[in-house]
């Protein structure tokens, strides 16, 4: 008989950085006299909102064995000796939106300020694959469920657990963030918005490792082992 264990299958894609420039805000402060360049300073600290999407989780049931062994294959290394029969798939990512002050210089450009930042981490979805040969109500299913659940629940607790470093990790860079004085203000709104992406990114490659580390010691051959002792005709 050919061993089906429980397996699963995750990638973080590295990391996903989203830039939503549609809710880029550029407010152009109207009605004031125009400044000197000297006066193009940053006057306080932007505000950093962080939103958490933790990932609507979905339940796949309608792929079977050979279907979840060609999705594991395409993004990870199988354990020898095992082939896949749930799979836990989630994809990290960062989305940033800026919203800059201009206010018009004398010289005809625009001085450009960083005003507020609205980031939200996390995943849109968290798809959880079982195989259709183990149908809902059966031993073998329950058990690779379970097997899933363990898979989401590190995908999200790790999540918020970094969350607070994020958080003021943001605060940091979007502090740092100088003026821009020049002629077009949503270049200079985008540069903002990058710079910030880039600065963070170091971070979500460490929680990438991280949940690499964590979801590797939930498939290990003695893992799989004990979970298939508890059904039969797998």
């Known amino acids: ?51 958490v999407a933790s990932g609507d989780v979905r339940y796949i049931e309608s792929a079977d064995r050979n279907r979840l062994r060609r999705l594991h294959g395409q993004n990870s290394r199988p354990l ?9 798939v989630a994809e990290l990512g960062l989305s940033v939106a800026v919203s800059v002050r201009s206010e018009l210089l004398s010289d005809g450009r625009y001085c450009s300020t960083l005003n ?31 097997h899933e659940r363990r898979h989401v629940v590190v995908f999200q607790s790790t999540l918020d657990e970094y969350v607070p470093t994020l958080q003021r990790l943001l605060e940091e860079k979007s502090a740092a963030v100088e003026p821009i004085m020049g002629r077009n203000r949503k270049r200079a709104a985008r540069k903002m918005q990058t710079d910030i992406q880039t600065a963070v990114k170091e971070l979500l490659n460490q929680i990438s490792k991280t949940l690499d580390v964590r979801n ?10 004990q979970e298939q002792e508890q059904c039969l005709n797998w």
């Open 116 to 146: 507020a930042v609205d980031a939200t981490v996390g995943y849109d979805v968290i798809d959880v694959y079982i195989a259709r040969e183990y149908p809902r109500g059966s031993c073998q299913y329950s058990v690779i469920l379970d």
């Open 216 to 225: 590797a010691r939930l498939d290990t051959g003695d893992r799989y082992r």
């Open 80 to 88: 020898a000796g095992w082939g896949p029969i749930g799979l836990t």
């Open 1 to 51: 008989m050919i061993p089906w264990p429980i397996c699963r299958l995750y990638w973080v894609s590295d990391v996903v950085l989203f830039a939503r420039a549609a809710i880029i805000g550029l407010c152009l402060a109207a009605g004031l006299p125009t400044i000197a360049a000297a006066e193009c300073r940053n006057e306080s600290a932007p505000p950093v909102q962080l939103q």
